[in-house]
């Protein structure tokens, strides 16, 4: 079960207000987004300013959050809240990015009609309202706001404990309706003080619920699969290996998990009949956590004292929802975990920014279908993406084909690195290569090797090499290997063996590569031919496993070898491969 903060969000009303292609290989993102050193090295906001974004926005945002896109250079923002399915399909194809909140529904329908999206900016953390498979199969990338909202939601939830320990709704209703007396005798409450609270989903909002439980002097008990022993001890939490177990003689409940396959209906019959009697339900992530039918049995039956929810299976709930005509014990409220006024304004100006600085240089922060990657780490890695690119295509041209697994190994320094970008651009460079139809890019690729068959495998070895960082890719198929490594040496990357003949190549330009049997006169004969052709060297490497044996020639020309030169090439005796590429 994978856990993630989700909080509840009203939605106001409606109103006016090279080298890598980083994202899409459909128009415009490659003129842009490129992976050269010197895109790297350039400033981010000439990039925008010879750019032309245009970026929607289809649900309302705080104004500071729409200022701070439109104030950017070659950021053009237009604000068309409310608008009917049918209008926003006519439009979409127009915009490079879309920031919505949950009111727009983001479907398959609407990415296949938006040929030049690349990011879907969710103002909040639940991204329901997102078909995120279809993104990812177009290639775009969508990202939330998980920390905008955070300290709104988990007070909502300690508010809604409160009232529900302390029957304040139920109460508050005696008090007008004139039953001052009979309200102050029927809503007894109970105290918190010494109670075990089970936190299923231990991400931001529960870490920040589960602290201002602890101040309540509650003894907390925590679930989340991602909770590590050292950081539940850091917490002050007692860590549990599964849901049953942290709900097991618990006296109240709160739930901080997405809605997924896996947690649809995490809290049925059978869990909520291991709480104490009389124990306390809060939910103020998402409503199909619960079996509601279940929970309306359990009170009934006296088992569960009641309820304090901010959402429901079904939003909004018919005013006959079985759960609204019990007595006590109950605070109901119409999804406003993250209401506020701050929460409101966070995650505005939070989204904005993203998608903001994501089309100044790259940099991907909160994304969910995506490795993310700060502006520091983009920079640091920057030289080791271009690399990852060139051996990827490298290997499209030298590795077998139809091959079963792709692995990617990190030796030295590099193995501590973040580096899951980097294997996602070799995975991604690899298969550009191979397919040539223009539909997969480094948000797609992973889902396109699962298609063709073919695994990702990555690697960290701490061995020494003759180089302090060393990134290798292997094309595997059966008992067939072929690999291909590179380093950095300076902030040049380099290429240093092919198939474990070692050389010493860059990565840009035209390569030829050509392997021969290692005997005298292949070498002069290739140059003689790429003199007739009228090619001139640019540089040479040359490497061979042992006298007599297999030699490897990388040569780099100032053009593209033509197909008559190549035919050539291959025909000269010796010669057992003879290829091009160019990077």
């Known amino acids: 079960m994978q856990t993630q903060d989700q909080g509840g969000e009203e939605e106001p009303g409606d109103g006016p207000v090279s080298g890598i292609r980083l994202l899409d290989s459909r128009p415009a993102a ?15 906001y000439e990039r925008l300013a010879m750019a032309n974004f245009r970026v929607l926005v289809s649900d309302p945002i705080s104004d500071k959050g729409v200022e701070a896109l439109a104030a950017a250079p070659g950021i053009e923002v237009d ?20 920031v919505v909140r949950s009111q727009t529904k983001v479907t398959a329908e609407v990415l296949a009609a ?22 990812t199969d177009h290639g775009v990338i969508v990202m939330n706001t998980p920390t905008g909202n955070t300290i709104s939601t988990a007070e909502h939830a300690f508010t809604l404990m409160l009232s529900c320990a302390r029957n304040i709704g139920p109460a508050h209703a005696g ?11 029927a809503f007894q409450g109970i105290e918190l003080n010494g109670k075990r609270l089970a936190v299923i989903g231990m991400g931001r909002i529960g870490s920040e619920f589960a602290k201002r439980a602890q101040a309540f002097n509650m003894e907390v008990v925590a679930y989340d699969p991602f909770l590590t022993e050292s950081r539940a001890r850091e917490l002050k939490v007692t860590l549990a290996e599964s849901p049953d177990a942290a709900l097991n003689g618990a006296d109240v409940v709160t739930l901080h998990v997405p809605l997924t396959e896996s947690t649809q209906h995490l ?24 079996d509601e039918a279940a929970l309306k049995a359990a009170i009934d039956s006296g ?23 019990l007595g006590k014990h109950v605070t109901f409220t ?42 520091t780490a983009l920079r640091e890695l920057g030289p080791y993406l271009d690399l990852a690119a060139a051996l990827g295509a490298l290997l499209a041209k030298l590795g077998p084909d139809n091959a079963d697994s792709l692995r990617v190994s990190y030796h030295g320094d590099l193995a501590g690195k973040d580096t899951g970008l980097v294997s996602r651009t070799a995975l991604y460079r690899l298969l550009e290569q191979s397919r040539q139809d223009g539909q997969v890019n480094l948000v797609n690729a992973p889902a396109v090797a699962k298609a063709m068959g073919l695994d990702l495998v990555e690697s960290t070895i701490n061995a020494q090499t003759e180089f302090n960082d060393l990134l290798v890719v292997e094309l595997r198929k059966g008992d067939q290997k072929f690999r291909i490594a590179g380093t950095i040496i300076g902030r040049s990357p380099r290429i240093v063996e092919i198939d474990r003949l070692f050389v010493d190549v860059p990565i840009t330009g035209h390569l030829l590569i050509v392997r021969n049997d290692d005997r005298p006169g292949i070498v002069g004969a290739v140059g003689t031919l790429l003199g007739q052709h009228g090619q001139n060297i640019a540089n040479l490497s040359l490497g061979r496993d042992k006298s007599g044996g297999n030699a490897l020639s990388v040569i780099e020309l100032d053009a593209p070898a033509d197909g008559d ?3 050539a090439i291959r025909a000269i005796p010796g010669v057992t491969l003879a290829t091009g590429v160019s990077l």
């Open 175 to 185: 008090v007008l309706a004139g039953d001052f007396k009979a309200a102050r005798k």
């Open 267 to 290: 809290l049925n019959e059978q869990r909520l009949a291991l709480m104490n009697p009389g124990a306390i339900v809060v939910n103020c992530a998402r409503g199909g956590l619960i």
């Open 79 to 98: 604000v068309h809240t409310g608008l009917p399915p049918e209008e926003f399909l006519k439009i979409i194809g127009d915009y490079d990015a879309l």
């Open 334 to 375: 119409p999804h406003l975990g993250a209401s506020t006024n701050e929460a409101q304004e966070n995650v505005g100006i939070e989204v904005a920014i993203q998608i903001r600085d994501f089309l100044a240089t790259g940099e991907i922060r909160n994304a969910i279908n995506m490795p993310s990657l700060d502006a």
């Open 303 to 325: 088992h569960i004292a009641g309820c304090a929810l901010d959402v429901f299976e079904v939003e909004p709930p018919p005013a006959d929802h079985p759960l609204f005509s």
């Open 114 to 135: 938006a040929t030049k999206l690349k990011a879907v900016g969710r103002a909040g953390v639940g991204v329901d309202n997102i078909d995120r498979q279809a993104a």
């Open 30 to 44: 490659a003129e842009i987004l490129g992976g050269t050193l010197a895109y790297w090295r350039a400033d981010p």
């Open 565 to 567: 030169l190549m035919s």
